[in-house]
T-cell receptor, first 110, second 114 residues
Framework: QKEVEQNSGPLSVPEGAIASLNCTYS??????FFWYRQYSGKSPELIMS????GDKEDGRFTAQLNKASQYVSLLIRDSQPSDSATYLC??????????FGKGTRLSVIA | KAGVTQTPRYLIKTRGQQVTLSCSPI?????VSWYQQTPGQGLQFLFE???????NKGNFPGRFSGRQFSNSRSEMNVSTLELGDSALYLC?????????????FGSGTRLTVV
């Protein structure tokens, strides 16, 4: 069973705080991991990719990967109300280019 | 650079009918995938096409089919529509392998079956 699991939320954080979004996956052979952001009524947009264990930073976003624990996370520093959206974790798996989690809804409170 | 274009944006169909959705990928992108998105199931993979060949297929019934043309444009067809087929259908393109490059999504086609 190919699975990507995320807490559905909502995750509420105050403006300026760090938002931490988590994702676990079932396939030990997975090699590539992506985070997408989806605003209500819009399509998903790619915000981060990570392929190696450790941290990858891009502006206010940091992706963290631990393949041994089959765990990937996304940190959003200095959260803004405009970050309020659903965040989707996507993982490559055998015979499926990308398997998506159901997403975590983030709400940043001003 | 134009994004991924999906047409139509909205469709209302009756049970038992069939429907064809269209997708034009970003210029130069050769991989096109289709996903179904519903509130309960999230994004579910339908199929992926590369160079006019189906490269991967998800776990959907045979009523769901697709194809890709030589210019990389893709269509998906759903025959004998059921109420449960009501969903947002998203097309996504990638330069070569989505596992390496990720996807760019189109705006989607919202299908309502009544």
């Amino acid at each position: 069973q190919k699975e990507v699991e995320q807490n559905s939320g909502p995750l509420s954080v105050p403006e300026g705080a760090i938002a931490s979004l988590n994702c676990t996956y079932s396939d030990r052979g997975s090699q590539s991991f992506f985070w997408y952001r989806q605003y209500s009524g819009k399509s998903p947009e790619l915000i981060m990719s990570i392929y190696s264990n450790g941290d990858k930073e891009d502006g206010r976003f940091t992706a963290q990967l631990n393949k041994a624990s089959q765990y990937v996370s996304l940190l959003i520093r200095d959260s803004q109300p405009s970050d309020s959206a659903t965040y989707l974790c996507a993982v490559n798996m055998r015979n499926t280019p990308l398997v998506f989690g159901k997403g975590t809804r983030l709400s940043v409170i001003a | 650079k134009a994004g991924v274009t999906q047409t139509p944006r909205y469709l209302i169909k009756t049970r038992g009918q069939q429907v064809t959705l269209s997708c034009s990928p970003i210029s130069g992108h050769r991989s096109v995938s289709w996903y179904q998105q519903t509130p309960g199931q999230g994004l579910q993979f339908l199929f992926e096409y590369f160079s006019e060949t189906q490269r991967n297929k998800g776990n959907f019934p045979g009523r769901f089919s697709g194809r890709q043309f030589s210019n990389s444009r893709s269509e998906m067809n759903v025959s004998t529509l059921e109420l449960g087929d009501s969903a947002l259908y998203l097309c996504a393109s990638s330069p070569f392998d989505p596992s390496n490059y990720g996807y760019t999504f189109g705006s989607g086609t919202r299908l309502t079956v009544v």
